[in-house]
């Protein structure tokens, strides 16, 4: 009988092994891998009865936005606005304090439908965005690090805007606030076993024909520094390459095929975080908006997908500030959608949601235990990228002292060594000594700590000196991260408009793809 039990529970974890996309356990113990059918051969197709093709698709991905991504951001614009906020706190123990109003909800909050997909990849819990990108934009599974082509490398699959574009004749916009050629935006017109192959994704987006490309620039233009210029090789296609804000603005859809390069390029050629943009600097929705102006004039419609990227750099950075800020920046542009749909009410969907989560983010740490002091985040006015390249790069070249950085962080951030009794922007002494052992390392190269694994947790592989503050004043404020990498948390799906119904649920990532290959009549 025992025997039999033990068969029985066997075959069960076996097909719930294969359920969950699991390797399972064989009988005498070892790991078995799923079988290819079982991960990737064929896409569910969800079958549409009556459902009308909605003529204008809105596809927004927030790249390493999840729910704490979200919540967070509504959060601190909630106790922004929240004069009670800045009252002490409630105790649990007693009544007394102030009574919160609650987060500002961001606009795709209020989306009539919301939905959550599991983000697991061919080889992960913790999976990338080039093999998370592939799952929503083809409806199969791959391995991190790949594009648009199987575990072996060896098969393509057509993506649902390439798709559009060549059976219904949309017109197809893609745009990122990072590198174009960067994997989410490669994965609407790629196929790369190596997601790193920017020179070769490069050509892709050349040869997709697609109308419209904007925001960061590409990667790699000149491949091995002796091939022909991307740029150059897609004017020779036919595509209008403007690099400047003023020729931008003039863009219309009478220009044809377009490819807009940010004229304001920060970090690895991307755009800039929205804490550093200045007004005078095109933000991710003004992007759409041209889009929308490029696309609009075809009589088929169009597909757009748009990716805030940026969220996803500062959370791997556990830069809260900056995560915040890009997340608002990726509201803007849904308001530009959000604002078009109301035009064409009877035509519009848009979704937004996030490829997977990234750097393990949260609300709540264990220094702040219930209180959370999100306002504190205010007081971070640069990204940790620009303080890297505007600030930590002459403080090494000039031998800076710690007491001229630790000024520079008061006025930067916010944090100081000095202030009124229940100030908490004042640095304890072990957050100061967590400042200067970091000075030391990122300005003299000191080792913090004979142990090489303590330096990765306390650093990653981010400037010792710019992960700190950030760390410092996350914590204070009462948001933590638990990774300087990818987690498996699920991510948010929201639907608003033609169809949005059938996003909601909990399913797989790439049922994005089915329920929108249904309803959009491609084979």
Known sequence: MKAKLTALLLVLAMALGCLTGCDYVSANGDSLPM?????TTT?????????????????????GMSYPQIQSTADYLGALEDEDYFMAQPSLDDNQGAILDGPSYLNFMNFDVAGSAVTYDSNSFAPDSASTATSIATGYKTYS???????????????????????K????????????????????????????????????????????????????PKGD??????????????????????????????????????????????????LDRTDDMWALADYVEKGIEVL??????FFMMCEGGKIDWACHANDAASTIHDTIALADAVQV????????????????????????????????????????????????????????????????????????????????????????LVLTDYEVELLRAAYEKSINGTQTSEYDQEELVLYG??????????????????????????TGLPVAVLAQGVNAEQFGGYYDNTEIYDKLAAMLGVQ
């Open 35 to 39: 079988t290819a059918s079982a991960t």
């Open 461 to 486: 592989t981010y400037e010792p000196l710019s992960v700190t503050i950030t760390h410092i004043i996350n914590n204070k404020s009462g948001i933590s991260f638990t990774s300087y990498s990818h």
């Open 145 to 167: 690090g790949s594009i648009n082509v199987d575990e072996t490398g060896s098969i393509a699959y057509e993506t649902i805007s390439e798709k559009l574009h060549e059976q």
């Open 337 to 424: 959608a959000i604002d078009f749909a109301a035009e064409h009410p009877d035509e519009t969907l848009i979704l937004v949601t996030g490829d997977h989560e990234t750097g393990g983010m949260t609300i709540g740490f264990a220094g702040t235990d219930y209180d959370t002091y999100l306002t504190l985040l205010e007081n971070q006015t640069i990204s940790f990228a620009k303080f890297d390249s505007d600030f930590v790069s002459a403080y090494k070249e000039k031998k800076t002292p710690f007491e001229y950085v630790l000024w520079d962080i008061e006025q930067l951030f916010g944090l100081k060594t000095e202030g009124e009794e229940g100030d908490k």
């Open 225 to 274: 520094g002796t091939q022909t210029d991307l740029y150059n090789l897609a004017e020779r296609a036919g595509y209008d390459v403007v690099t400047t804000q003023a020729e931008a603005e003039a863009v219309t859809a009478a220009d044809g095929k377009v490819i807009l390069i940010d004229e304001h390029l920060a970090d690895s050629d991307a755009m800039a975080y929205e």
């Open 296 to 301: 609009s004039e075809d009589p088929d419609g």
């Open 43 to 63: 896409p569910v197709t969800t079958t549409a009865q009556n459902v009308t093709a909605p003529k204008y698709v809105f596809l927004f991905i927030g790249d």
């Open 169 to 220: 004749g949309y017109s197809v916009g893609v745009i990122s606030s990072v590198n174009l050629n960067h994997a989410t935006p490669a994965a609407f017109y790629a196929h790369q076993a190596s997601r790193s192959s920017y020179y070769e994704i490069g050509l892709e987006l050349i040869e997709s024909g697609f109308e419209y490309f904007a925001g960061g620039g590409l990667l790699s």
